[in-house]
């Protein structure tokens, strides 16, 4: 059996612990059906990601994009159980079938317990905003850690569990900050974000989203992400806007300024970033309820004995 791995060229954290966190569930697992794939963490449940004529075992996956799949196929699926309620109703499935996203159980990793507090505020945004922003250069005068998700997944992960309070925007960074009992805070730099995977994790656990909206902190970043810098909007077709916008090419583009004033540049126009970033660190944090968590991970943990019953 091989656990599905959606691999990225800039690596994300939350994709990436799938290849071992399984082998800590389900020891073994490689040995045995090597016909099955472990469809695991991630938003994955759609008609196109997933190949197709490979039987599929689901264990707390997300549908969030695209077309859900068609599962009726028994030959194909066996979805032992979902993310949450929400990507049971689209699949088809009784509510009881989502039960929590199983990042959740790397808390029962002794390499994570335990661990000391290290970081008063930690910010992770989305790989997007890692891979077009300048974040690091908004979180130091905003008052906290940067931590990229596109970093080694154990390290990003302890780095959460050695925080005391995480603004997240990487999903995953608010799921193993609740399920480590750290305190959280959503934002998104999206208005248009598609919040169906935050909302059917939320809502397993007891907790809501309501993420506070953080302006992007470049012009390539409102690019990427087809928003608004300054009040421009900006797309992949139009990459020079007129010369009077207040862009982070404007202030260097007549002549090469030097490295360090071309960084103060960018940061003086990430000054809404900043802004919008500290206040969201003062905003009243959540977490699920206590004894949501384990609750959900007994039921986990009961799924996982069905597989192993039925698969090994």
């Known amino acids: 059996m091989q656990p599905y791995h959606w691999e990225s060229h800039h690596g994300n954290f939350g994709d990436d612990l799938n290849l071992w966190l399984w082998d800590f569930l ?72 989502g039960i929590v996203d199983p990042a959740v159980m790397i808390t029962e990793m002794p390499e994570f317990q335990n661990l000391p507090k290290r970081t008063r505020k930690t910010f992770v945004p989305h790989w997007e905003s890692a891979e077009f922003g300048i974040w690091q250069a908004v979180c130091e005068p905003a008052g906290m850690t940067y931590l990229d998700p596109r970093g080694d997944a154990r390290s990003v992960i302890s780095a959460i569990a050695q925080s005391e309070l995480v603004i997240a925007e ?85 002549k090469p300024a030097p490295a360090g004033l071309r960084a103060m540049a960018k940061q003086v126009l990430a000054a809404p970033s900043i802004l919008a970033l500290w206040q969201a660190s003062r905003a009243e944090p959540q977490l699920s309820p206590d004894g949501a968590l384990e609750r959900l991970k007994d039921r986990f943990h009961t799924v996982l004995d069905g597989v192993r019953k039925d698969y090994f």
């Open 170 to 254: 990487s999903m995953h960074a608010a799921i193993l900050a609740d399920a480590f009992r750290v305190p959280w805070v959503a934002v998104t730099t999206s208005a248009s974000i598609n919040d169906f995977k935050w909302s059917d994790w939320a809502s397993s656990v007891g907790a809501s989203y309501n993420p506070r909206l953080v302006p992007v902190s470049t012009r390539a970043e409102a690019v990427a992400k087809r928003a608004r810098f300054w009040g421009m909007q900006f797309d992949r077709q139009a990459l020079d806007p007129p010369a009077i916008a207040p862009t982070d090419e404007v202030m260097t583009r007549s």
């Open 26 to 97: 389900l020891p073994g697992l490689r040995e045995v059906h090597p016909t099955t794939l472990l469809v695991g963490v991630g938003t994955v449940l759609n008609s196109t990601l997933l190949p197709r004529g490979v039987h599929k075992l689901v264990l707390g996956s997300g549908y969030g994009y695209g077309a859900p799949p068609d599962i009726s196929d028994a030959h194909e699926w066996d979805v032992r159980c979902v993310r949450g309620p929400r990507t049971a109703a689209r699949l088809g499935l009784p509510a009881e079938r």
